[in-house]
T-cell receptor
Framework: AQKVTQAQTEISVVEKEDVTLDCVYETRDTTYYLFWYKQPPSGELVFLIRRNSFDEQNEISGRYSWNFQKSTSSFNFTITASQVVDSAVYFCALSDGGYSSASKIIFGSGTRLSIRP | EAQVTQNPRYLITVTGKKLTVTCSQNMNHEYMSWYRQDPGLGLRQIYYSMNVEATDKGDVPEGYKVSRKEKRNFPLILESPSPNQTSLYFC??????????????FGPGTRLTVL
């Protein structure tokens, strides 16, 4: 069965610190997709990244980076030099439908990140 | 402007009174989905649809119905709402997972209260 665990319920750091949000997933499929979404205080959901199971390259986008490790079933998200605007709830999600069929998407329970000035 | 719209944005209703939350997207996306968000539980998928006339259950489908008669619309129907369906609901759409670009676009959310 699919499962996504975000063990960190809340994290609070001081601005400019680096912070890593953990995501551990479970799936029996060899083909799957992993996602990160951001939900700022305004409530909308913003897509950050998608990664498929065949692409283990780490991704960097500005201050954001993602570390995908199949060996530990983890897809962690790091914010470098955090800013107050990074304060939000972050969700990790998993879909294991593969290339030929749509499937359920399972979200983790989210990590609330607070960046203090 | 590419967007997913939901209506209504806020709704207070009473137990047992049938309601429909509409969802529409203008991006010609194949995949559409409904989620509910509850504190401490993250987002849970209610139903999803791969294309017109193709719907399937997510993790929490009980008490909900959906239909996909047109590609752009994916209404969520609560035939007999109960207080445990009080939640924040999101509709989302994306191109199908097999293609190269699968960002999910979310609607603004519908806050439903069932008394």
């Amino acid at each position: 069965a699919q499962k996504v665990t975000q063990a960190q319920t809340e994290i609070s750091v001081v601005e400019k610190e680096d912070v890593t949000l953990d995501c551990v997933y479970e799936t029996r499929d060899t083909t799957y997709y992993l996602f990160w979404y951001k939900q700022p205080p305004s409530g909308e959901l913003v897509f950050l990244i998608r990664r498929n199971s065949f692409d283990e390259q780490n991704e960097i986008s500005g201050r954001y980076s993602w570390n995908f490790q199949k060996s530990t079933s983890s897809f962690n998200f790091t914010i470098t030099a955090s800013q107050v605007v990074d304060s939000a709830v972050y969700f990790c999600a998993l879909s294991d439908g593969g290339y030929s069929s749509a499937s359920k998407i399972i979200f983790g329970s989210g990590t609330r990140l607070s960046i203090r000035p | 402007e590419a967007q997913v719209t939901q209506n209504p944005r806020y709704l207070i209703t009473v137990t047992g009174k049938k309601l429909t939350v509409t969802c529409s997207q203008n991006m010609n996306h194949e995949y559409m989905s409904w989620y509910r968000q509850d504190p401490g539980l993250g987002l849970r998928q209610i139903y999803y649809s791969m294309n017109v006339e193709a719907t399937d259950k997510g993790d929490v489908p009980e008490g909900y119905k959906v239909s996909r008669k047109e590609k752009r619309n994916f209404p969520l129907i609560l035939e007999s709402p109960s207080p445990n369906q009080t939640s924040l609901y999101f509709c989302a759409s994306s191109t199908f997972f097999g293609s190269s670009y699968n960002e999910q676009f979310f609607g603004p959310g519908t806050r439903l209260t069932v008394l």
